[in-house]
């Protein structure tokens, strides 16, 4: 892509300089952008299929927005290449639950770095996992915790030469699983479409906001905000102006005056129907 704003970038992340490639480096690039650049699904919300362009990405990230794996990953695999890491993106697929078959449906993008000065490892990148990794990982088979989380990293059946990283028991989902291939962003236009429209996709059933820092995850789906730490607590947000409020302060996210009153109403009528389907007969 054309050259890009390494230091708007990095203001954005609240980071003043870019240090040499290096793990403490990585560290602080992917701390920096899971605590301050939230997953979020306000377009997807509000019926519009964004673009997957990485230039388009790095536009939202550098306007305050978020987005989801793709948008979230491809801006930061641009900013890594800018600051000469050798970045590459890879094809993913979640597993919802244990039950569920491990695929690799290029329905997640998950990117590894490889060739730091000081390590012989491959590590993970991925900050676009919402409730998930606060630092990257080396790519080798075992737990890893971080903060009260545990995650493990190991072989996947879902293709040849595939990694599986299982998530702590408290996450959204089971697992993310991942091969080793290089890709482009192309490839994952399809999924995101369907991720984007189909009735079927999480992203379009729930409005969601993620953030991960050193302590735990804040998420908000649809009105109720919850904190998970060592324990999770709960709060409803339906009064509309503590519920935007929260969007800003916890999340970072400030959303077009145009899109608040729609946004507000979805997250509204998805909490009326999850209080419905949960609600005790008689």
Same mark, same amino acid.
């Given at each position: 892509?054309?050259?890009?704003?390494?230091?708007?970038?990095?203001?954005?992340?609240?980071? /003043?300089?870019?240090?040499?490639?290096?793990?403490?480096?990585?560290?602080?690039?992917?701390?920096?952008?899971?605590?301050?650049?939230?997953?979020?699904?306000?377009?997807?919300?509000?019926?519009?299929?964004?673009?997957?362009?990485?230039?388009?990405?790095?536009?939202?990230?550098?306007?305050?927005?978020?987005?989801?794996?793709?948008?979230?990953?491809?801006?930061? /695999?641009?900013?890594?290449?800018?600051?000469?890491?050798?970045?590459?993106?890879?094809?993913?697929?979640?597993?919802?639950?244990?039950?569920?078959?491990?695929?690799?449906?290029?329905?997640?993008?998950?990117?590894?770095?490889?060739?730091?000065?000081?390590?012989?490892?491959?590590?993970?990148?991925?900050?676009?996992?919402?409730?998930?990794?606060?630092?990257?990982?080396?790519?080798?088979?075992?737990?890893?915790?971080?903060?009260?989380?545990?995650?493990?990293?190991?072989?996947?059946?879902?293709?040849?030469?595939?990694?599986?990283?299982?998530?702590?028991?408290?996450?959204?989902?089971?697992?993310?699983?991942?091969?080793?291939?290089?890709?482009?962003?192309?490839?994952?236009?399809?999924?995101?479409?369907?991720?984007?429209?189909?009735?079927?996709?999480?992203?379009?059933?729930?409005?969601?906001?993620?953030?991960?820092?050193?302590?735990?995850?804040?998420?908000?789906?649809?009105?109720?905000?919850?904190?998970?730490?060592?324990?999770?607590?709960?709060?409803?947000?339906?009064?509309?102006?503590?519920?935007?409020?929260?969007?800003?302060?916890?999340?970072?996210?400030?959303?077009?005056?145009?899109?608040?009153?729609?946004?507000?109403?979805?997250?509204?009528?998805?909490?009326?129907?999850?209080?419905?389907?949960?609600?005790?007969?008689?």
């Amino acid at each position: 892509m054309d050259s890009m704003d390494v230091t708007a970038f990095l203001r954005r992340l609240g980071l /003043a300089d870019a240090e040499p490639p290096s793990v403490a480096a990585l560290t602080s690039l992917h701390r920096a952008f899971a605590e301050r650049v939230p997953y979020e699904s306000v377009d997807i919300q509000l019926g519009r299929v964004s673009s997957l362009d990485p230039r388009d990405s790095v536009a939202r990230v550098l306007s305050g927005r978020g987005g989801y794996c793709f948008h979230l990953n491809g801006a930061f /695999a641009e900013l890594l290449h800018a600051l000469g890491y050798r970045v590459t993106r890879h094809p993913g697929g979640v597993q919802m639950t244990p039950e569920s078959a491990p695929t690799i449906s290029r329905k997640h993008l998950a990117l590894t770095v490889r060739d730091l000065p000081d390590s012989d490892d491959i590590w993970l990148v991925d900050a676009g996992l919402g409730d998930g990794l606060h630092s990257p990982l080396p790519l080798r088979a075992g737990v890893h915790r971080q903060g009260p989380f545990e995650f493990e990293l190991g072989p996947s059946t879902a293709a040849p030469g595939a990694w599986r990283l299982r998530h702590d028991v408290r996450g959204s989902f089971f697992a993310m699983h991942f091969t080793l291939d290089e890709v482009g962003l192309d490839h994952f236009a399809d999924p995101h479409v369907e991720l984007s429209t189909s009735p079927e996709s999480g992203f379009v059933r729930t409005f969601g906001v993620l953030r991960t820092d050193a302590a735990g995850w804040d998420v908000l789906r649809a009105l109720t905000l919850s904190r998970v730490e060592a324990t999770t607590t709960k709060t409803v947000l339906d009064d509309r102006a503590d519920w935007f409020t929260a969007l800003a302060d916890v999340f970072g996210l400030v959303v077009a005056d145009d899109d608040r009153e729609p946004l507000w109403r979805k997250a509204v009528s998805q909490h009326e129907a999850h209080l419905a389907r949960t609600a005790t007969p008689g």
